[in-house]
């Protein structure tokens, strides 16, 4: 069956701009999980989702950081007004219950220049 | 604050031989680890979770919650081992949080 995916798989933005992020999950998964990894570190939490309720967003870095579920299946990360420092790969992982395996999708892979 | 270490980046091993990759974790609850995996160009994927007490692959590994740690294990490593793997540990809050990871070379 289909696993995670995410789009776009790169994109490259100028600082500055806002970018959005795309992630659908495995159908029927109820759990959505966000991660950021940075260059040579593991994945770092940023959000999680039950459903439509985003019940942890203590990762996020800052305030131009947003994400959204609204209909319980695909997710939007969105970045605003982009940094240098955002460059990183953004994971998504969905579990069909919270405590399952979660599984990973490929990963966007965002460049900020 | 919990806190997984890994503290090799690299290793290799020649075909054959036994390896360890290590991960010591620091956490104030009843800790649930995992190691993923992540061969070139593809995806993280679970290799295993110590509540399953699998072997996946040859791999096994063991929760020492005295030394806190949950070394991984093969005893003969493959070609088609050569991969980064990252140990993780699940907080309360379900969401998972990883080492740094160690790239694994398995040499011919």
């Known amino acids: 069956g289909a696993g995670v995916s995410q789009s776009p798989r790169y994109k490259v933005a100028k600082r500055g701009q806002d970018v959005a992020l795309r992630c659908d999950p495995i159908s029927g998964h109820v759990s959505l999980f966000w991660y950021q990894q940075a260059l040579g570190q593991g994945p770092e939490f940023l959000t999680y989702?039950?459903?439509?309720?985003?019940?942890?967003k203590s990762g996020l870095p800052s305030d131009r950081f947003f994400a959204e579920r609204p209909e319980g299946s695909v997710s939007t990360l969105k970045i605003q007004r982009t940094q240098q420092e955002d460059s990183a790969v953004y994971l998504c992982?969905?579990?069909?219950?919270?405590?399952?395996?979660?599984?990973f999708g490929p990963g966007t892979r965002l460049l900020v220049l | 604050a919990q806190r997984v270490t890994q503290p090799e980046k690299l290793l290799s091993v020649f075909k054959g031989a036994p390896v360890e990759l290590k991960c010591n974790y620091s956490y104030s609850g009843s800790p649930e680890l995992f190691w993923y995996v992540q061969y070139s160009r593809q995806r993280l994927q679970l290799l295993l979770r110590h509540i399953s007490r699998e072997s996946i692959k040859g791999f096994t590994a063991d929760l020492n919650k005295g030394e806190t740690s949950f070394h991984l294990k093969k005893p003969f490593a493959q070609e088609e081992d050569s991969a980064m793997y990252y140990c993780a540990l699940i907080t309360g809050a379900n969401n998972l949080f990883f080492g740094t990871g160690t790239r694994l070379t398995v040499i011919p």
């Open positions: 989702f039950q459903n439509e309720a985003q019940l942890d």
């Open positions: 992982a969905s579990s069909l219950v919270p405590e399952e395996t979660q599984y």
